[in-house]
């Protein structure tokens, strides 16, 4: 599997090993290779399923922002595991990928078997709060278009207080998360934060408590906003639990791998099987 057309629109889609079903969605600027450090690990006993989300890797970006909103790419998620015989899937999701697989998780519960939240966040709840984040937004994908990639990485991204921790990462790991994210496209990020960015996402507090699935979340405790956000969505998902590591911010996959991996494959073994 490699390229494969749902609703109109085409995903970037790596699939390799045997057994159940376990789907990787990565963070704003990421894209499904992001996760090949964990893939080993998880490919001795399931099938693997890396996806681009749209506007991110090799994967279209639809002029349209609607087309990015979490709901459309939740419905396509369901959609590739349904017609691949994937369903139900474990779900692994960072940040952005967080975001829409508590989408998926809320909107298509039977094709979602459990979850591993990284730094979730189930959106904006305030109103006002919400309309700014959108504007914060707008101009970010302004400056994106108008100044490129490689700008918009040097000058946010690397500099954002959210991701410290992973300046402290050896130099050859940030070159390659570095290299991962040049290659986005400027109009691919800009349409996806317009869409699928926190101000134009719907916010899901209220519905936490409709998933089912046994989920893990998974916090950095050098990232104060986010494991706040963490914490609340695991107290309100009736079947969640906290997990906090200790030394990692907002990225924990990359600045304590060995940590989120023992936590995930551990998570693994008490899933019910398919």
């Known amino acids: 599997m490699t390229r494969l057309a749902v609703n109109g629109a085409r995903y970037e889609v790596r699939v390799g090993g045997r057994g159940p079903a376990i789907l990787l969605l990565h963070g704003f600027s990421g894209r499904g290779a992001d996760w090949s450090p964990l893939l080993p690990a998880l490919r001795g006993s399931s099938r693997t399923v890396a996806v681009d989300l749209l506007g991110h890797g090799r994967s279209d970006a639809p002029p349209d922002p609607a087309r990015h909103a979490l709901q459309a790419q939740a419905a396509d998620l369901a959609d590739i595991l349904r017609s691949h015989d994937l369903a139900p899937a474990v779900v692994?999701?960072?940040?952005?990928?967080?975001?829409?697989a508590l989408r998926l998780a809320?909107?298509?519960?039977?094709?979602?078997?459990?979850?591993?939240?990284e730094s979730p966040s189930a959106g904006i709840a305030s109103d006002a709060d919400r309309k700014r984040r959108r504007a914060e937004d707008e101009r970010l994908a302004d400056a994106i278009?108008?100044?490129?990639?490689?700008?918009?990485?040097?000058?946010?991204?690397?500099?954002?207080?959210?991701?410290?921790?992973?300046?402290?990462?050896?130099?050859?790991?940030r070159a390659r998360f570095r290299a991962m994210r040049l290659r986005n496209q400027p109009e691919g990020l800009a349409r996806s934060l317009r869409g699928a960015g926190q101000g134009a996402m719907a916010p899901l507090h209220d519905r936490l408590a409709e998933i089912g699935a046994p989920a893990l979340v998974i916090g950095g405790a050098l990232d104060a906003v986010g494991l706040e956000r963490a914490r609340e969505?695991?107290?309100?998902?009736?079947?969640?639990?906290?997990?906090?590591?200790?030394?990692?911010?907002?990225?924990?996959?990359r600045e304590a791998p060995a940590t989120f991996r023992r936590l995930v494959l551990d998570f693994l073994q008490e899933v019910p099987a398919a």
């Open 145 to 173: 278009e108008r100044d490129g990639i490689e700008a918009f990485v040097d000058s946010w991204w690397e500099t954002s207080p959210v991701f410290a921790a992973e300046r402290d990462l050896p130099a050859p790991t």
């Open 92 to 100: 692994i999701g960072y940040s952005f990928g967080a975001r829409v």
């Open 233 to 253: 969505i695991a107290t309100r998902m009736p079947r969640a639990r906290l997990a906090i590591l200790d030394g990692a911010g907002h990225a924990a996959h």
């Open 106 to 117: 809320i909107d298509r519960p039977a094709v979602v078997r459990a979850l591993v939240l």
